[in-house]
């Protein structure tokens, strides 16, 4: 069968890697096309676009690169109805995909949405649209299935697919030598894989580095930036660059700062314990305060439902309250209770297997 994926930023083209290899295990005969980025590419098909084309953070980034946007969503449009997939399998990215999903539907493309939006946050009532353009969504948050029952929606639990990464990931023995970190404590930087996380959180990170002199600070860099353009950042400053290694890179950390978003889930499944951070435009923010209606904005507290990692948003994302935050999970009674808190959260989680289980389901529902 013929699979169109669609996935917009990094932690999609991980969770579509793991989706085609799936797939691929199901059917003998699959091929595959996507928009994505080096990780789906790495499993063979045809990459039509790379995510780093596509991820803009914001309402406010959205609207100056709407042009972009639309040249996007028209490609995608176009490529679709040439290609003619069995299938369109979208991966998270709700802006964008909600809107492939409608054109995918009205030219007869059955739709398939692996990771769900988050409806749950804010506008619930865009439920209603996703029952009319999606065939089966497959949510990989225990809480999400509750959600889309009470809006008449059946959609499909199947675990969590950063559980099927860490699973396959075995620790480089010789990790330490290669970077040269020597002996010291690693506090892991993990600024986001967006230019513009990335410029607004990773100086703040940065500025705590000489309370802790003690420690080695390492950043986990994004493989779509160069290390001269994180240098602009660093300036003196001790720290380490290490790109394409975060799992080796949190496997050794202490501790950890971390942006907001799929990062902070890895983090927690490596038992590290972890301060989230997170600052927006001014006026995205101001926004998303009038729309958003959760209590958290990380994947940690919000599955557990409670506060288990301190999250510092916009203002309060300052030296200050990281440092002390920080200081609060290096040792003592605060690592001790978050750390308490991940064995709730792995609890929720379950076993991994998300991504075979979607492959099964998938393929059975085309077969059916």
């Given at each position: 069968?013929?699979?169109?994926?669609v996935?917009?930023?990094?932690s999609?083209?991980?969770h579509?890697?793991?989706l085609i290899?799936?797939?691929?295990?199901e059917?003998?005969?699959a091929?595959?096309?996507y928009?994505?980025?080096?990780?789906?590419?790495?499993?063979?098909g045809?990459?039509?676009?790379?995510?780093?084309?596509?991820?803009?953070?914001?309402?406010?980034?959205?609207?100056?690169?709407?042009?972009?946007?639309?040249?996007?969503?028209?490609?995608?449009?176009?490529?679709?109805?040439?290609?003619?997939?069995?299938?369109?399998?979208?991966?998270?990215?709700?802006?964008?995909n909600?809107?492939?999903?409608?054109?995918?539907k009205?030219?007869?493309i059955?739709?398939c949405?692996?990771?769900?939006?988050?409806?749950?946050?804010?506008?619930?009532?865009?439920?209603?649209?996703?029952?009319?353009?999606?065939?089966?969504?497959?949510?990989?948050?225990?809480?999400?299935?509750?959600?889309?029952?009470?809006?008449g929606m059946?959609?499909?639990?199947?675990?969590?697919?950063?559980?099927?990464?860490?699973?396959q990931?075995?620790?480089?023995?010789?990790?330490?030598?290669?970077?040269?970190?020597?002996?010291?404590?690693?506090?892991?930087?993990l600024?986001?894989?967006?230019k513009?996380?990335?410029?607004?959180?990773?100086?703040?990170?940065?500025?705590?580095?000489?309370?802790?002199?003690?420690?080695?600070?390492?950043?986990?860099?994004?493989?779509?930036?160069?290390?001269?353009y994180?240098?602009?950042?660093?300036?003196?400053?001790?720290?380490?660059l290490?790109?394409?290694?975060?799992?080796?890179?949190?496997?050794?950390?202490?501790?950890?700062i971390?942006?907001?978003?799929?990062?902070?889930?890895?983090?927690a499944?490596?038992?590290?314990?972890?301060?989230?951070?997170?600052?927006?435009?001014?006026?995205?923010?101001?926004?998303?305060?009038?729309?958003v209606?959760?209590?958290?904005?990380?994947?940690?507290?919000?599955?557990?439902d409670k506060?288990i990692?301190?999250?510092?948003?916009?203002?309060?994302?300052?030296?200050?309250?990281?440092?002390?935050?920080?200081?609060?999970?290096?040792?003592?009674?605060?690592?001790?209770?978050?750390?308490?808190?991940?064995?709730?959260l792995?609890?929720?989680?379950?076993?991994?297997?998300?991504?075979?289980?979607?492959?099964?389901?998938?393929?059975?529902?085309?077969s059916?």
């Amino acid at each position: 069968m013929k699979y169109y994926l669609v996935a917009g930023e990094a932690s999609g083209d991980l969770h579509g890697a793991n989706l085609i290899k799936a797939l691929k295990a199901e059917d003998g005969e699959a091929v595959f096309r996507y928009f994505g980025g080096d990780k789906m590419a790495a499993e063979g098909g045809e990459l039509v676009k790379h995510y780093a084309d596509m991820a803009f953070m914001g309402f406010t980034e959205v609207i100056l690169n709407l042009r972009t946007i639309f040249k996007n969503l028209s490609t995608c449009k176009q490529d679709l109805l040439a290609w003619k997939p069995d299938v369109l399998i979208l991966i998270d990215f709700p802006g964008f995909n909600l809107k492939i999903a409608e054109f995918a539907k009205a030219h007869g493309i059955k739709v398939c949405y692996y990771i769900s939006p988050k409806v749950w946050a804010w506008n619930q009532k865009r439920v209603l649209k996703i029952k009319r353009i999606v065939d089966h969504m497959f949510c990989i948050l225990p809480f999400e299935v509750t959600f889309y029952k009470s809006w008449g929606m059946e959609v499909d639990y199947v675990g969590n697919p950063l559980l099927d990464e860490i699973a396959q990931f075995t620790p480089d023995p010789a990790f330490r030598g290669k970077h040269e970190l020597g002996d010291e404590k690693i506090i892991a930087l993990l600024p986001g894989s967006r230019k513009q996380e990335i410029e607004r959180l990773l100086p703040v990170m940065l500025s705590v580095i000489e309370n802790h002199n003690d420690y080695t600070f390492v950043i986990a860099a994004a493989p779509t930036f160069s290390a001269g353009y994180y240098q602009q950042f660093i300036g003196g400053k001790k720290a380490v660059l290490i790109f394409n290694n975060t799992y080796n890179l949190l496997h050794q950390a202490h501790a950890a700062i971390v942006a907001s978003g799929t990062a902070t889930l890895e983090t927690a499944l490596f038992k590290i314990p972890q301060v989230v951070v997170y600052k927006g435009g001014t006026i995205s923010i101001a926004i998303a305060r009038l729309l958003v209606k959760i209590k958290f904005i990380s994947l940690v507290n919000l599955i557990v439902d409670k506060k288990i990692v301190t999250e510092l948003i916009q203002e309060d994302c300052n030296t200050q309250n990281i440092d002390e935050a920080l200081g609060l999970i290096l040792g003592g009674a605060g690592r001790s209770e978050m750390l308490a808190g991940y064995d709730e959260l792995l609890e929720l989680m379950g076993k991994p297997g998300a991504s075979a289980k979607t492959a099964r389901l998938i393929k059975g529902y085309l077969s059916a």
